[in-house]
T-cell receptor, first 111, second 116 residues
Framework: ETGVTQSPTHLIKTRGQQVTLRCSSQSGHNTVSWYQQALGQGPQFIFQYYREEENGRGNFPPRFSGLQFPNYSSELNVNALELDDSALYLC??????????FGEGSRLTVL | QQQVKQSPQSLIVQKGGISIINCAYENTAFDYFPWYQQFPGKGPALLIAIRPDVSEKKEGRFTISFNKSAKQFSLHIMDSQPGDSATYFCAASGGVNAGNNRKLIWGLGTSLAVNP
């Protein structure tokens, strides 16, 4: 069984740029959730996708957007990057039980 | 405002000792309380979870104690081992949305170091 995989693992961007992060969900999982984890903090819920539809959103501005594809993989897009967007972005997949299975994250640094 | 308050921020325990991490919440609509373990460079992994209809749940060396009236829950790690050294997060969730999915509210984490 393949776990949750995220890419890229690390990336550096400058303020104002745009970034796309990718996530492949665990086999059989139809839901993907994205979390932002700043250094030394707990994860913060960004949004969730269930069967290609947004299924809940946290307190993040519209420049954070996402997609889920028919194979249940997902993308997180962030436009107009700000310094405070520097964080570990975690993707988690799940199916019906509420238990989240996390990938290892994408570490974004904004300079 | 932090909806889930976790303490202590860091904890040092001797091998074989008991590690205790506490969390408190305000929202009485929360009905699912998981604990996650995170090693450096890795994503969080579910350790154990409890629902408010029970006061205690045990899985191996890990126990959750839940006090509904006090709106508090805690993680106890018995016979702590150096391999348990990690960051532990409590979380809470209220209700489910489409597909029986949940949105988790997380504590700030506790960095546990178990000395050999």
């Amino acid at each position: 069984e393949t776990g949750v995989t995220q890419s890229p693992t690390h990336l550096i961007k400058t303020r104002g740029q745009q970034v796309t992060l990718r996530c492949s969900s665990q086999s059989g999982h139809n839901t993907v959730s994205w979390y932002q984890q700043a250094l030394g903090q707990g994860p913060q819920f960004i949004f969730q996708y269930y069967r290609e539809e947004e299924n809940g959103r946290g307190n993040f501005p519209p420049r954070f957007s996402g997609l889920q594809f028919p194979n249940y993989s997902s993308e997180l897009n962030v436009n107009a990057l700000e310094l405070d967007d520097s964080a570990l972005y975690l993707c988690a997949s799940s199916r019906n039980t509420g238990e989240l299975f996390f990938g290892e994250g994408s570490r974004l640094t904004v300079l | 405002q932090q909806q889930v308050k976790q303490s202590p921020q860091s904890l040092i325990v001797q091998k074989g000792g008991i590690s205790i991490i506490n969390c408190a919440y305000e929202n009485t609509a929360f009905d699912y309380f998981p604990w996650y373990q995170q090693f450096p460079g890795k994503g969080p992994a579910l350790l154990i979870a409890i629902r408010p209809d029970v006061s205690e749940k045990k899985e191996g060396r890990f126990t959750i104690s839940f006090n509904k009236s006090a709106k508090q829950f805690s993680l106890h790690i018995m016979d702590s081992q150096p391999g348990d050294s990690a960051t532990y997060f409590c979380a809470a969730s209220g209700g489910v949305n489409a597909g029986n999915n949940r949105k988790l509210i997380w504590g700030l984490g506790t960095s546990l170091a178990v000395n050999p």
